[in-house]
């Protein structure tokens, strides 16, 4: 054999043992360690940012959104042109360019430079290739509707943590979990295809508030705010048979977009926080309870000649009421005090204390936001003796707006407490209703003849003779009780001679209630009384929201009204 | 009895190639499928970017159009909201109970 061909052979020969010796170590002895090493490699793993749930109103229409945006940093140790760098860094910030300078060349690795910039304005600085710059993909929650219904949302803080409102109350439901995939991707860090769903997060609110509505009554906020010059306005729109809330409005407002740019008071939803001594709307407690144990009836008289009271010493008067005998009626129509002190003293502490209880005074109403006051509320065993008078027409005790509106309801439904609440369903990513409110109206606190009672006595307020005659709207009876109460003085911790606050509380159509609404106008300058100050507004709000809703007058002609059959 | 002979040493004399031919056929068929799922994945996973893009783009817009939308903007545009004289309106409803009524505006 050729000698050449021998040493070929072998050569080939050793070749190819030297190869399967190689694939043998290869794919035996170091198996393991390499698929790893070679797993490392083609194997990536990619956060995915939670979606913060949305929130709607009833109809759909969207109040808190997610956006996708992106976070500028700076790394200085990687910067090569430090006065690129610095130029970007001030434009992000606004500062000026020596202390960008000083910024981006501190010996730090991460600095951040803007967060939560939109996508294009991203795009622009990427496109600049700027060595040190870096960019993270982030979420920011968006408020489309501006300052609409601010106190009910809420806000969330820089790294979407849950500060205020539904967004803190319903954190855990809207706040999703980020996650994070695997992704198979080539030696240059391309990212493959392996079919995952790149979007995650939490659940969606939908909630009982009425954008529309809302409207109507920010704007009455608004510019009752504006006329009477007031240190706040708050303003609740309630179903009254469900304690849906389908509006809620205060004054000072802000921009939950924007949440840093106002003071934390303008911040605060007052219409649950804050507790105010309500005056005459409070009377519905003895007058109510009166009539539910059979102590008077409408037609029985009193005797308001004097014009004025003594009670242990303290002198209660009427201001609103020419000097007579009155019916039991007329005691609340032209809210006399006198009369009202007199119905008190003979229910006694007891039974007062307990209607009071029943109206829910004291606690909370429980609503789904948070915050809530519960108010104050002392037990008999805590009242002195003038206690009784004084919270018969309403002081000595402190209650919230929405206590007072959940009371008036009680009148308007027929004898039940409502749990006032704000979310009607909580809806899936994938759409499908996780939970959905349904009412318990279970619990009645005084009889449906008493409620009745009360109701025709309240539509009376609203007539001539009564204290509310702004509040009455064309083409439907209104039901509801002015207040008007002083507040302390904190410098002399005693009543103001200046200083009040204004409400008007009701329901409309008074006869088949749809809506309930109160205005409170606090420390309002020009007039102190609730009939001027907060019955128009009422009046404003309830004509429009009938109108909204769709609901006919009264006096609708029948030419107006179809019945249509089987749909037809 | 020879025919056959000289027959069967043709196929055994084929067998080979053809077995050799049909194998590196099946080892390209493998990797140009491997090839193809790859090269497939790379245009499914520039498609999810771009799908991911435009995802980003739909709530930017979605947002921005809620944000036009709100009757807070219709009525500063509109110069307020007017809401309708009842007196003018006709309702209707369905012969189902309690249930709200649909409205539209009456014309003279």
């Known amino acids: ?568 | 009895m020879s025919y056959y002979r000289r027959q069967r040493s043709i196929y055994s004399r084929l067998a080979v190639p053809v077995l050799f031919a049909v194998l590196f056929a099946c080892i390209f068929g493998l990797v140009s499928l491997r090839s193809r799922t790859i090269s497939m994945e790379y245009r499914i996973g520039h498609l999810e970017r771009e799908k991911a893009e435009a995802l980003k783009e739909e709530k930017t817009l979605y947002a921005q159009m809620s944000s036009l939308l709100s009757i807070q903007e219709v009525a500063k545009v509109d110069s307020g909201l007017q809401f309708p004289d009842r007196q003018r309106v006709v309702y209707v409803r369905r012969d189902k109970g309690d249930v709200p009524y649909k409205a539209s505006l009456r014309t003279e």
């Open chain 1, 1 to 568: 054999m050729n000698i050449r061909a021998v040493i070929l052979s072998t050569a080939i020969l050793f070749g190819f043992v030297a190869v399967i010796f190689r694939l043998g170590d290869l794919m035996l002895f170091n198996h393991d360690s390499l698929s790893q090493k070679a797993e490392r490699q083609y194997q990536g793993e990619k956060d995915l940012l939670a979606n913060r749930g949305g929130i709607f109103d009833r109809r759909g229409r969207a109040l808190a959104l997610n956006l996708d945006v992106e976070s500028v940093f700076v790394n200085p140790h990687d910067i090569e042109s430090p006065r690129e760098a610095a130029k970007a860094f001030a434009t992000l910030t606004g500062s000026d360019y020596e202390t960008a300078v000083k910024k981006v060349s501190a010996n730090k690795g991460f600095i951040w430079a803007k967060r939560k910039i939109d996508l294009e304005t991203a795009k622009e600085y990427k496109e600049r290739k700027i060595k040190g710059l870096g960019f993270v993909d982030e979420m920011k929650r968006y408020y489309p509707k501006g300052t609409l219904a601010s106190h009910v949302l809420g806000f969330v803080g820089i790294d979407n943590q849950a500060l205020e409102g539904l967004e803190l109350s319903y954190d855990a439901t809207l706040r999703g979990k980020d996650e994070t995939v695997r992704v198979s991707r080539d030696a240059s860090g391309r990212t493959l295809s392996d079919g995952v769903n790149f979007e995650t997060g939490g659940n969606s609110l939908r909630l009982t508030l009425d954008e529309g509505l809302q409207y109507i009554v920010e704007d009455a906020v608004d510019r009752a705010m504006k006329q009477w010059k007031a240190k706040s306005v708050s303003a609740i729109m309630m179903n009254p048979y469900t304690g849906e809330i389908l509006a809620m409005a205060n004054r000072p407002n802000y921009d939950p977009n924007f949440p840093g740019d106002y003071k934390i008071g303008s911040r605060r939803n007052r219409a649950l926080t804050d507790t105010y001594e309500p005056g005459s709307t409070f009377k519905i407690v003895a007058a109510s309870a009166a009539l539910d144990k059979g102590i008077f009836k409408t037609s029985d008289m009193f005797d308001c000649r004097a014009g004025k009271i003594d009670i242990a010493g303290m002198v209660v008067s009427d201001s609103h009421v020419n000097h007579e005998l009155l019916t039991f009626k007329q005691v609340i129509q032209h809210s006399s005090n006198v009369g009202t002190v007199m119905i008190g003293q003979k229910l006694g502490d007891d039974i007062f204390f307990d209607y009071a209880q029943r109206f829910g005074f004291g606690s909370k109403t429980g609503i789904d936001l948070p915050g809530e006051a519960s108010g104050t509320l002392r037990s008999p065993d805590q009242w002195w003796g003038t206690s009784l008078a004084a919270m018969s027409i309403g002081y000595e005790v402190a209650v919230t707006p929405l206590q007072l509106l959940v009371a008036y309801s009680v009148i308007a439904n027929g004898g039940y407490i409502v749990k006032p609440h704000l979310v009607s369903e909580i809806i899936s990513p994938e759409g499908a209703v996780l939970y959905k409110f349904a009412p318990d109206n279970s619990a009645r606190i005084i009889s449906e003849r008493t409620a009745e009672t009360m109701r025709d006595i309240l539509i009376s307020v609203t007539h001539k003779g009564g204290t509310a005659t702004k509040a009455s709207i064309e083409g439907n009876r209104v039901a509801g009780k002015t207040g008007t109460a002083r507040l302390i003085d904190p410098e002399t911790g005693k009543y103001s001679t200046k200083k009040y606050v204004g409400s008007f509380v009701g329901f409309v159509p008074a006869d088949r209630p749809r809506i309930a609404i109160i205005v409170v106008v606090r420390e309002p300058e020009g007039s102190i009384y609730g009939g001027q100050v907060a019955a128009p507004y009422f009046k404003d709000i309830a004509d429009k929201a009938l109108a909204y809703l769709n609901i006919p007058r009264e006096d609708t002609f029948k030419d107006n009204m179809l019945l249509v059959r089987d749909g037809r």
